[in-house]
Antibody
Framework: QLVQSGADLKKPGASVKVSCRAS????????ISWVRQARGHGPEWMGW????????KYAREFQGRVTMTRDTSTNTAYMELRGLTSDDTAVYYC??????????????WGPGTLVTVSS | DTVLTQSPGTLSLSPGERATLSCRAR???????LAWYQQKPGQAPRLLIY???TRANGIPDRFSGSGSGTDFTLTISRLEPEDSAVYYC??????????FGQGTKLEIK
């Protein structure tokens, strides 16, 4: 199971940090990917974190603006996105991945966190 | 470049009919690392097919995937009202990471 933090409203220029708490499996044996989806659009992969050693890989579109971290004591992954604009309004999902990025599709997803960016 | 183009954009069919959804890649999908997802309103995507033709756990055999190279197909036979959803293809593989198509909306009349 993946449980995500609640919906958030942010002003342009602000940052948002979304959490994803895992249960029911060994957290550090699997990676976590983050995917976002704007209303009416297809999913967009943002990046991945190796929950075992903290290595990350970010999609080119988000490099320099996103940071993914994890806390192994609470089995929680985090995604922080900075410099928000209205284009960042979307549902943000975490998904169970492997410790090697890109190796498998996503068979377990969190329920999603709606982030709204508005002044 | 890993763009995936899905067609048609919308498909409207009746219960009992068969749906054929297409996903075309700009470049060859190595290893046939191509997945299909179903997404209903307000829900996360649900994995249906991976490795182009392998059904995920618990997926009915009405759903089947085929194809190789750059052209892939999701076929849903004996359509049921609950199959109404948006369907996405996704390319994966450690060298190219992840890319999703723009989706096909399936309406069951």
């Amino acid at each position: 199971q993946l449980v995500q933090s609640g919906a958030d409203l942010k002003k342009p220029g602000a940052s948002v940090k979304v959490s994803c708490r895992a249960s029911g499996y060994d957290f550090t044996n699997y990676g976590i990917s983050w995917v976002r989806q704007a209303r009416g659009h297809g999913p967009e992969w943002m990046g991945w974190i190796n929950t075992n050693n903290g290595d990350t890989k970010y999609a080119r579109e988000f490099q320099g603006r996103v940071t993914m971290t994890r806390d192994t004591s609470t089995n929680t992954a985090y995604m922080e996105l900075r410099g928000l604009t209205s284009d960042d309004t979307a549902v943000y999902y975490c998904a169970k991945d492997e410790l090697i990025v890109g190796a498998v599709p996503f068979d377990h997803w969190g329920p999603g966190t709606l982030v709204t960016v508005s002044s | 470049d890993t763009v995936l183009t899905q067609s048609p954009g919308t498909l409207s069919l009746s219960p009992g009919e068969r749906a054929t959804l297409s996903c075309r890649a700009r470049q060859t999908v190595n290893g046939n690392y191509l997945a299909w997802y179903q997404q209903k309103p307000g829900q996360a995507p649900r994995l249906l097919i991976y490795d182009a033709s392998t059904r995920a756990n618990g997926i009915p055999d009405r759903f089947s995937g085929s194809g190789s190279g750059t052209d892939f197909t999701l076929t849903i036979s004996r359509l049921e009202p609950e199959d109404s959803a948006v369907y996405y293809c996704q390319r994966y593989g450690s060298s190219i990471l992840y890319t999703f198509g723009q989706g096909t909306k399936l309406e069951i009349k």
